[in-house]
């Protein structure tokens, strides 16, 4: 029957182009027209988004939509070939043509090509002094005051400081646990900086710097060190778990990049709530490789929320190096993947830091969007207290970024080179920091811990009663075996 009604069909078409010769024009005309309204229908840009991989389109239409253009070529297509004696009309170079895809609008390609594995030429870094604290001409840069700079400096000293003392601390036994930033003062301090005090800090365990910053007391440092009852945490927390909630300044936790999608989480709400502020998350190269990060990175794109990743890639997750990490240019290039602006920074550098982190805060906030900072960088001292990182690096590699690449050296020789700081200042300063560090230590050492019982309070409004059963039998026992627990912890 199909056969038959093709047949007539045919007949009838070719009847009427003998005996009309305009039909032929007209029937060219309509297929024409039908043709050009289809293929601008399908190649209609979209509304693009900012900083994204793909545009937010309608759902139905595109379910509609999808596949349009291979449909309307084979009703063309239908049309013309019903005789040899009627010309073929004119159809477009397979490379013109898009895929009307729910993603976003796909060009086709005759070629057979797969993404390259690697780039021939890295990511660039953003940098604005050089290794001996110089300002490079035309270089993309804010001005900063010589109140700001001198404050930026100082910080950094301060933590310098407060790192080498308390990691004696620890190697004498007055503490049990630390980990210093060595290396890294400047994406500690200059990312602060560049930030409000309102924005909130989710950071990992080696951004203390930031909460120097915004005002937490070298006091406030040994208490938490110390574990004593003045520290926040109760005496709960590992040193070097550091927070404020005062400070905006969320609780360390030492498990790897669990902090990322936290971050993301509080940017949504800070977007829901139309907040003038941003969300900023701190993470070593080795927590890019957990499924958290990739998780909040599509999230945060997704969502489009104000957070800033920071990525510090300081060369070493421990002691795997980034080489044997992940195959990839570094971790800039994963936020393209995701849709995610991206840049990569000397993290060595105060200026660039600031610069970068400064710009992304704007962006983040104005745009709604995610950004993502990847800093190159050294950790210049062992990851912990822990560790002996001489065992997996050579000492020369270590002696040699402690020394040419010092981010404290190189800020220090630009503020010099204005006028704003001079070796007696710089002595001065040095000495009077470490005093004051060994003075809280001293005052953190006296004060009692707390009581044994906040290690059962603060979770359940009314303790069950295997918590109160618990909490009975430790009490009895440091009362029965008092001699092996410490005098200054209260029952």
């Not at 009627?86 to 895929?99: A, G, N, R």
């Not at 918590?467 to 440091?478: D, M, P, S, Y």
């Amino acid at each position: 029957m199909a056969s038959s009604c093709l047949t007539k069909s045919k007949n009838f078409i070719i009847y009427n182009l003998k005996s009309k010769s305009s039909f032929t024009d007209r029937i060219s005309a309509f297929t024409n027209s039908l043709f050009h309204h289809r293929l601008l229908h399908t190649i209609s840009p979209l509304p693009v988004r900012k900083h994204a991989a793909y545009s937010r389109v309608n759902r139905t239409d595109d379910s509609q939509r999808f596949f349009e253009l291979a449909y309307v070529q084979r009703r063309l297509h239908s049309t013309v070939s019903v005789s040899s004696d009627v010309t073929q009309l004119p159809v477009e170079s397979p490379s013109l043509q898009i895929l009307d895809f729910p993603g976003g609008k796909v060009k086709f390609t005759k070629k057979l090509s797969f993404t390259s594995n690697s780039t021939e030429e890295r990511v660039h870094c953003y940098r604005v002094l050089d290794d001996n604290g110089q300002l490079f001409t035309d270089v993309d840069s804010l001005e900063i005051s010589k109140e700001l700079a001198i404050k930026m400096y100082t910080n950094m000293v301060t933590l310098e400081v407060m790192d080498t003392v308390f990691y004696e601390s620890q190697r004498q036994g007055r503490i049990s646990f630390y980990a210093t930033t060595t290396g890294e003062e400047a994406i500690n301090i200059a990312s602060a900086a560049a930030l409000n005090d309102n924005d909130f800090v989710f950071p990992q365990y080696r951004e203390p710097g930031v909460l120097l910053w915004r005002g937490f007391t070298l006091q406030e440092f040994a208490n938490q060190l110390f574990g004593n009852k003045h520290e926040y945490g109760k005496g709960r927390q590992m040193p070097i778990h550091y927070g404020s909630r005062k400070l905006n300044y969320f609780t360390v936790a030492s498990t790897v990049a669990t902090q990322i999608p936290h971050a993301v989480g509080a940017a949504y709400s800070l977007k829901m709530e139309k907040q003038d502020s941003c969300v900023i998350t701190y993470f070593g190269d080795g927590g890019t490789s957990t499924a958290d990060f990739h998780a909040a990175m599509n999230f945060a794109a997704v969502l489009e929320v104000p957070v800033i990743f920071f990525c510090r890639n300081n060369g070493w997750a421990i002691s795997t190096p980034v080489n044997e990490q992940f195959r990839s240019d570094g971790v800039v290039v994963k936020g393209k993947a995701y849709g995610v602006p991206s840049i990569r920074i000397d993290g060595n550098d105060a200026l660039a830091i600031y610069n970068a982190v400064y710009e992304a805060r704007k962006m983040a906030i104005k745009e709604q969007t995610p950004v993502l900072i990847e800093a190159l960088t050294y950790r210049a001292g062992h990851h912990t207290t822990s560790d002996d990182s001489t065992r997996y690096r050579s000492v020369e590699e270590i002696e040699r970024w402690r020394g040419d690449q010092n981010p404290v050296k190189r800020f220090r020789a630009w503020i010099e080179g204005r006028g704003w700081w001079n070796g007696v200042a710089e002595s001065e300063y040095r000495s009077s920091i470490r005093k004051q560090v060994a003075q809280v230590i001293q005052v953190a050492e006296r004060v009692e811990k707390p009581p044994v019982a906040d290690m059962f309070n603060d979770v359940y409004d009314v303790p069950p009663t295997n918590l109160n059963e618990q909490e009975a039998f430790v009490q009895k026992t440091v009362k029965k075996h008092r001699q092996d627990y410490p005098s200054d912890v209260p029952l």
